[in-house]
């Protein structure tokens, strides 16, 4: 490699990093984010000199050195984001490839225009009018009609990491082609070949690139997550098949129990009596924690909860009208209540004082609507991502289902979900109106 294509490739590393930016808007900053910052750009252009000096010993005719170099800075690039940002590697190879799509259009696009123009130009000029005002007109222009338009929300940043492969597959290609027709040896003498018909070409497979991985990797994470969550809505169907089996047993035991008491008049020592009476008492004590509010699978999953709370040592209350959820097929009430349930019991269960292990529910009508409240104590600070709470597992891959499938729940009834965290509570809203379905 030689000293100009050395300049030429500091020119290209600022480009490359100024595209990248626009698709880290909206991304968790780590703690002392100029601290990282620095340190990132240091290590960046350490690796980059490096580099250069280790391919410096490789004669500058080899195409295939440069091209290396290349993906070389790609790669410093991404390790400069990860030290900036609190993301995964997903996150970080969109925005790679985005913005190295983005810089290649730019740069294929300048091609066409002074090769067409024949416009020549030097100096002060031809860094203005050939470097730098083609990089910020494509970049704005990305920037305006994708990046700003949807910075900041979660699911948009999520992307199938396959379809975002293959962004970078064609990308490689088109950048890989474009060199080659570059190097004097393959391209021969035709200008026409080298800065029209390929640029153009890199052009459009950079702009599919662009568009694999920022939609088709959304749609196509969406789609799998929908499937994933029918399937679990499906599991949940089993489970309250299942549960009405044990809920009936339960009632089985609670009829027999009425034998037991029939018996009491028959033992004549006061004692025992008492220890009988005793017992019969205890065990009747779980019938406390069947509900009947109207709606069969609203009082399967509150009584199985309840059962739950009661080995947790866990107050539940409801307060709820059943029959007001007939709108809502049996297996989606079940999930619903039982996804929110699961969430204010994994919560409460953290708290130390028992005057705050407490969950309450609420089904009721408002403003001509169906109402539902679940609230409980949350000591420990939420994380919000396009309104739903960030899961605290370590996998996060193969959690946060649960509070997607209750916003899939209450869309695919027209219904609307809030919920946030105030003063130590967590609070779910979930509203419906079923009368203009």
Same mark, same amino acid.
């Not at 010993?57 to 390790?79: G, R, T």
């Not at 196509?220 to 089996?245: V, Y």
């Given at each position: 490699?030689?000293?100009?294509?050395?300049?030429?490739?500091?020119?290209?590393?600022?480009?490359?990093?100024?595209?990248?930016?626009?698709?880290?808007?909206?991304?968790?900053?780590?703690?002392?984010?100029?601290?990282?910052?620095?340190?990132?750009?240091?290590?960046?252009?350490?690796?980059?000199?490096?580099?250069?000096?280790?391919?410096?010993?490789?004669?500058?005719?080899?195409?295939?050195?440069?091209?290396?170099?290349?993906?070389?800075?790609?790669?410093?690039?991404?390790?400069?984001?990860?030290?900036?940002?609190?993301?995964?590697?997903?996150?970080?190879?969109?925005?790679?490839?985005?913005?190295?799509?983005?810089?290649?259009?730019?740069?294929?696009?300048?091609?066409?225009?002074?090769?067409?123009?024949?416009?020549?130009?030097?100096?002060?000029?031809?860094?203005?009018?050939?470097?730098?005002?083609?990089?910020?007109?494509?970049?704005?222009?990305?920037?305006?009609?994708?990046?700003?338009?949807?910075?900041?929300?979660?699911?948009?940043?999520?992307?199938?990491?396959?379809?975002?492969?293959?962004?970078?597959?064609?990308?490689?290609?088109?950048?890989?082609?474009?060199?080659?027709?570059?190097?004097?040896?393959?391209?021969?003498?035709?200008?026409?070949?080298?800065?029209?018909?390929?640029?153009?070409?890199?052009?459009?497979?950079?702009?599919?690139?662009?568009?694999?991985?920022?939609?088709?990797?959304?749609?196509?994470?969406?789609?799998?997550?929908?499937?994933?969550?029918?399937?679990?809505?499906?599991?949940?169907?089993?489970?309250?098949?299942?549960?009405?089996?044990?809920?009936?047993?339960?009632?089985?035991?609670?009829?027999?129990?009425?034998?037991?008491?029939?018996?009491?008049?028959?033992?004549?020592?006061?004692? #025992?009596? @008492?220890?009988? $009476?005793? +017992? %019969?008492?205890?065990?009747?004590?779980?019938?406390?924690?069947?509900? !009947?509010?109207? /709606?069969?699978?609203?009082?399967?999953?509150?009584?199985?909860?309840?059962?739950?709370?009661?080995?947790?040592?866990?107050?539940?209350?409801?307060?709820?009208?059943?029959?007001?959820?007939?709108?809502?097929?049996?297996?989606?009430?079940?999930?619903?209540?039982?996804?929110?349930?699961?969430?204010?019991?994994?919560?409460?269960?953290?708290?130390? #004082?028992? @005057?705050?292990? $407490?969950? +309450? %529910?609420?089904?009721?009508?408002?403003?001509?609507?169906?109402?539902? !409240?679940?609230? /409980?104590?949350?000591?420990?600070?939420?994380?919000?991502?396009?309104?739903?709470?960030?899961?605290?597992?370590?996998?996060?891959?193969?959690?946060?289902?649960?509070?997607?499938?209750?916003?899939?729940?209450?869309?695919?009834?027209?219904?609307?979900?809030?919920?946030?965290?105030?003063?130590?509570?967590?609070?779910?809203?979930?509203?419906?109106?079923?009368?203009?379905?």
């Amino acid at each position: 490699m030689t000293e100009t294509q050395m300049v030429s490739c500091i020119r290209f590393s600022m480009q490359l990093l100024i595209s990248q930016s626009i698709f880290t808007i909206g991304w968790k900053k780590r703690k002392n984010f100029p601290v990282w910052l620095a340190a990132g750009f240091a290590g960046y252009w350490l690796a980059a000199l490096l580099t250069f000096w280790g391919l410096k010993q490789i004669p500058a005719e080899n195409p295939l050195v440069l091209i290396f170099y290349y993906f070389c800075l790609f790669s410093y690039s991404i390790f400069l984001m990860k030290c900036c940002f609190a993301v995964g590697f997903e996150e970080l190879l969109f925005a790679g490839v985005c913005g190295y799509a983005t810089q290649h259009i730019a740069f294929a696009a300048a091609t066409v225009f002074w090769t067409l123009t024949g416009i020549t130009l030097t100096g002060v000029s031809d860094f203005l009018l050939v470097r730098f005002l083609p990089y910020a007109a494509v970049t704005a222009l990305v920037y305006f009609s994708i990046a700003k338009k949807n910075a900041g929300r979660g699911e948009l940043r999520r992307r199938d990491i396959r379809m975002v492969w293959l962004a970078f597959s064609i990308l490689s290609i088109a950048i890989i082609i474009s060199s080659l027709v570059d190097y004097k040896g393959i391209r021969g003498n035709s200008l026409l070949l080298q800065n029209v018909f390929c640029k153009i070409y890199a052009i459009l497979c950079s702009f599919f690139a662009i568009f694999i991985a920022f939609y088709l990797s959304r749609e196509n994470l969406m789609l799998r997550e929908k499937e994933t969550m029918e399937s679990m809505l499906r599991a949940m169907s089993e489970k309250q098949r299942l549960s009405q089996e044990t809920v009936n047993i339960i009632n089985i035991k609670c009829h027999d129990l009425k034998y037991r008491i029939s018996k009491i008049s028959r033992i004549e020592d006061v004692k #025992d009596q @008492e220890e009988y $009476i005793e +017992s %019969v008492k205890n065990a009747l004590s779980i019938y406390d924690n069947i509900f !009947h509010t109207g /709606n069969d699978a609203l009082d399967l999953v509150l009584t199985e909860k309840s059962l739950l709370c009661s080995g947790y040592d866990i107050k539940m209350s409801a307060m709820a009208d059943g029959g007001i959820l007939n709108f809502i097929a049996a297996a989606d009430v079940y999930a619903l209540f039982g996804n929110l349930l699961d969430n204010a019991i994994e919560s409460v269960q953290k708290e130390e #004082d028992k @005057e705050k292990r $407490i969950i +309450s %529910v609420l089904v009721s009508r408002r403003n001509g609507g169906v109402y539902i !409240h679940v609230e /409980n104590y949350c000591a420990e600070p939420v994380e919000f991502e396009d309104g739903l709470p960030l899961t605290t597992k370590e996998e996060k891959a193969c959690h946060g289902f649960g509070v997607r499938s209750i916003r899939y729940i209450a869309k695919k009834y027209q219904g609307s979900l809030l919920m946030r965290l105030e003063e130590e509570r967590f609070l779910t809203d979930i509203l419906f109106y079923p009368e203009t379905q």
